[in-house]
């Protein structure tokens, strides 16, 4: 069955600090991935999204940057936090579709808490 | 572009009461449907989808949901709601363009009153 983890689960960092997260999935050969964020009381937006090894599609233009080293890691990152990152940062993972949009639901991480003070 | 919309962002319902929760989706091309559950500082579960076929679909948790073609409608509904239902929920609708993206409703919390 296929699993997916991503870590830290809570993180406190101060404003202009760097960030990392990281999301893992096991189980599965090239996933899609993804990486929202839950802001309090404004539902998920879409971050990034993934659809193969070094191939990133940007939402959203913002502080943050994803990357994808390797066909189960996806990473996100900040050169220099914002209060304005805080929030729940999510990771899911789907199966690949070819070409356009498949019926494929997405399957997500535990999530997390980033707080930036 | 696809658009989901959940009317009613809290719901209140009784233990053992029925539960409705609401969603209108808007799709170019016949859609493909999700509702997800999360609790607390939890990532989101599949509770059921709708991509072809039967339009009342069974999902876990004894929920379930109705595609309705001609009312752009998929509604979820659970005949008796559990104080364990308490949670916030997210219609979701498949994107019709490339990497199998997904766009969501804002999310209905609902709270069960014992």
């Known amino acids: 069955s296929q699993t997916i983890h991503q870590w830290p689960a809570t993180l406190v960092q101060p404003v202009g600090s760097p960030l990392s997260l990281e999301c893992t999935v096991e189980?599965?050969?090239?996933?899609?991935l993804y990486w929202y964020r839950q802001a309090a009381g404004r539902g998920l937006q879409l971050l990034f999204y993934?659809?193969?090894?070094?191939?990133i599609s940007s939402e959203v233009p913002q502080n943050l940057s994803a990357s994808r080293p390797q066909d189960r890691q996806f990473i996100l990152s900040s050169k220099k936090l914002l209060l304005s990152d805080s929030g729940f940062y999510l990771c899911?993972?789907?199966?690949?579709?070819?070409?356009?949009?498949?019926?494929?639901?997405?399957?997500f991480g535990p999530g997390t808490r980033l707080t930036v003070t | 572009a696809q658009s989901v919309t959940q009317l009613g962002s809290h719901v209140s319902v009784s233990e053992g009461a029925l539960v409705l929760l609401r969603c209108n989706y808007s799709?170019?091309?016949?859609?493909?449907l999700f509702w997800y559950v999360q609790y607390p500082n939890q990532g989101l579960q599949l509770l059921l989808k709708y991509t072809t076929g039967a339009t009342l679909v069974k999902g876990i948790n004894g929920f379930e949901a109705e595609f309705k073609k001609s009312e752009t409608s998929f509604h979820l509904t659970k005949p008796s709601a559990h104080m364990s239902d308490a949670a916030e929920y997210f219609c979701?609708?498949?994107?019709?363009?490339?990497?199998?993206?997904?766009?969501f409703g804002a999310g209905t919390i609902l709270r069960v009153k014992s």
């Open positions: 189980g599965t050969s090239n996933p899609n």
């Open positions: 799709s170019s091309v016949p859609p493909y």
């Open positions: 993934s659809v193969g090894i070094g191939q």
């Open positions: 979701a609708v498949t994107d019709q363009g490339y990497g199998n993206k997904l766009v």
């Open positions: 899911a993972w789907s199966r690949a579709t070819l070409g356009l949009a498949g019926a494929y639901e997405q399957y």
